[in-house]
């Protein structure tokens, strides 16, 4: 017969573990959040898309692997989960071009707007796929999500640019992709070793891609250096932090959980960049803000 106090104990863990998860997602959603704006104010002052990509996720590998080195985590992880974490890699490159190249045509708010239609894509992919179960108040959390965001991205594109929103959305795909995938190679992996060979591979490509077509554009002002600096230190806190958060509560929660960086980066544009939101935009975050909720509480 299992003694009561153990069973206690084995959930008062698992509730810490969830609770660790959903802070993790949190700060990156936070992290994450700000990434745009930094990059546009990098783009100002001298620098652009390729330079800042290339030189984030330099810096990305490094601190990782001195994130590994004060952990004791192993470098070494079994050849699935690897193989998984380099492919991660080449599409968070393409993601990273995407999403931070899209603020060179579009407002920074409609950029992350568009580019947070993807946790709803990942909600459908896992369920389509079998990996987690979606309850009908899950599915309906999405929908609701789905239709906020349609709300504030707003109804109309007209005047907009073309390769701006084809880069927001490719950037979106490839993040549900990396999500999806992330999920099963930290199923078989500690998460900061995926993301270890993830920010790895990206590195790599970048480099050549910047090699065979980038020009190097470094900021030419202090403002601009903290905006390249800023890219960098944020998106490497927000990804780490994502990836190790949703080893606890998979895939499907954290990119729920992750809506909430549309509010925040707007938010954070309009006060750093002076960008407006409309009334619509306002009620289309808060259906966002409210869907999160639901699936949170009623967990």
Same mark, same amino acid.
């Not at 591979?201 to 800023?230: C, E, R």
């Given at each position: 017969?299992?003694?009561?106090?153990?069973?206690?104990?084995?959930?008062?863990?698992?509730?810490?573990?969830?609770?660790?998860?959903?802070?993790?997602?949190?700060?990156?959603?936070?992290?994450?959040?700000?990434?745009?704006?930094?990059?546009?104010?990098?783009?100002?002052?001298?620098?652009?898309?390729?330079?800042?990509?290339?030189?984030?996720?330099?810096?990305?590998?490094?601190?990782?692997?001195?994130?590994?080195? @004060?952990?004791?985590?192993?470098? !070494?992880? #079994?050849?699935? &989960?690897?193989?998984?974490?380099?492919?991660? +890699? $080449? =599409?968070? %490159?393409?993601?990273?071009?995407?999403?931070?190249?899209?603020?060179?045509?579009?407002?920074?708010?409609?950029?992350?707007?568009?580019?947070?239609?993807?946790?709803?894509?990942?909600?459908?992919?896992?369920?389509?796929?079998?990996?987690?179960?979606?309850?009908?108040?899950?599915?309906?959390?999405?929908?609701?999500?789905?239709?906020?965001?349609?709300?504030?991205?707003?109804?109309?594109?007209?005047?907009?640019?073309?390769?701006?929103?084809?880069?927001?959305?490719?950037?979106?795909?490839?993040?549900?992709?990396?999500?999806?995938?992330?999920?099963?190679?930290?199923?078989?992996?500690?998460?900061?070793?995926?993301?270890?060979?993830?920010?790895?591979?990206?590195?790599?490509?970048?480099?050549?891609?910047? @090699?065979?077509?980038?020009?190097? !554009?470094? #900021?030419?002002? &202090?403002?601009?250096?903290?905006?390249?600096? +800023? $890219? =960098?230190? %944020?998106?490497?806190?927000?990804?780490?932090?994502?990836?190790?958060?949703?080893?606890?509560?998979?895939?499907?929660?954290?990119?729920?959980?992750?809506?909430?960086?549309?509010?925040?980066?707007?938010?954070?544009?309009?006060?750093?960049?002076?960008?407006?939101?409309?009334?619509?935009?306002?009620?289309?975050?808060?259906?966002?803000?409210?869907?999160?909720?639901?699936?949170?509480?009623?967990?």
């Amino acid at each position: 017969m299992v003694d009561a106090g153990t069973v206690s104990s084995v959930s008062g863990a698992g509730f810490k573990q969830q609770a660790l998860g959903v802070g993790l997602v949190v700060l990156s959603t936070i992290a994450i959040a700000i990434v745009p704006s930094f990059a546009k104010i990098a783009y100002e002052g001298g620098s652009n898309t390729l330079s800042v990509i290339t030189g984030r996720s330099i810096f990305s590998v490094l601190i990782t692997l001195l994130l590994l080195a @004060a952990s004791r985590q192993p470098i !070494a992880i #079994p050849r699935r &989960p690897m193989r998984i974490a380099l492919a991660m +890699g $080449v =599409a968070y %490159a393409v993601m990273l071009y995407g999403y931070l190249g899209a603020v060179n045509y579009l407002p920074v708010s409609l950029v992350i707007l568009i580019y947070f239609i993807h946790p709803v894509l990942v909600g459908f992919i896992v369920m389509f796929l079998g990996q987690e179960k979606l309850t009908i108040i899950s599915i309906g959390a999405l929908v609701a999500a789905l239709v906020g965001l349609y709300l504030a991205i707003g109804l109309s594109f007209e005047g907009l640019s073309g390769i701006g929103l084809a880069l927001a959305a490719l950037a979106m795909a490839m993040t549900a992709i990396i999500v999806v995938c992330g999920a099963r190679a930290t199923a078989e992996a500690k998460a900061i070793s995926v993301g270890f060979y993830m920010m790895l591979s990206a590195a790599v490509t970048l480099t050549v891609i910047f @090699a065979l077509f980038g020009t190097l !554009a470094l #900021p030419t002002t &202090p403002l601009a250096w903290t905006g390249f600096v +800023g $890219v =960098a230190v %944020a998106s490497t806190v927000g990804t780490l932090a994502f990836i190790s958060g949703m080893a606890y509560v998979g895939a499907a929660r954290a990119a729920m959980i992750s809506n909430l960086e549309p509010a925040l980066g707007v938010l954070f544009a309009i006060a750093v960049l002076g960008e407006r939101v409309s009334l619509l935009q306002g009620v289309g975050i808060a259906i966002v803000i409210g869907a999160i909720f639901v699936m949170e509480m009623r967990r």
